[in-house]
């Protein structure tokens, strides 16, 4: 349960994200002490964001932060989260617990992605590829150079030597 009450949209936001995020390195935790496959058990409960019904706002009733966080998982969040609102209780969302779990399998599956990445880069840094690559760039770039000046001390003018 996730309470924005009192927010503003920039704070509502933050909390959202910050939220969500600690939910990912949880659920990563909890993935790794399940048995079976690690995407079993990883999550299981709806979300609930309490935003508020709207009693402060500048508009009575007209609530900011619920279509605001609405929005924000629709087209901020890949895959979008989907919202419903809980019945009774117009100041809550319900983000299902399938659109939870399949983010956070998404946000598994880019991380180890990330993770594979910077693993071929440290890989080429300690084996001394990457350095041999810079070395032998540079090393290539000041032939080209050599190759190619016209340094006036090079050539001697033929009166110079009569």
Not at 20 to 34: D, I, M
Not at 132 to 148: A, E, F, P, Q, Y
């Amino acid at each position: 349960k996730l309470d924005l009450h009192g927010m503003t949209t920039a704070i509502a936001h933050s909390a959202v994200r910050v939220a969500l995020q600690k939910e990912v390195q949880t659920a990563s935790w909890r993935s790794t002490l399940s048995e079976g496959n690690p995407s079993d058990n990883v999550w299981d409960q709806d979300v609930v964001i309490v935003t508020g019904k709207g009693k402060k706002s500048l508009q009575h009733l007209r609530p900011v932060l619920r279509p605001e966080v609405q929005r924000m998982l629709q087209e901020e969040f890949y895959p979008p989260l989907s919202t419903t609102s809980i019945p009774g209780n117009m100041g809550a969302l319900k983000v299902p617990s399938d659109d939870v779990k399949a983010w956070l399998t998404f946000q598994r599956q880019q991380k180890g992605v990330r993770l594979l990445a910077i693993a071929d880069v440290l890989r080429d840094i300690s084996s001394g590829n990457r350095l041999r690559k810079t070395l032998t760039k540079v090393g290539s770039n000041k032939n080209d150079k050599d190759s190619t000046s016209s340094n006036p001390n090079d050539s001697i003018s033929t009166k110079d030597n009569l």
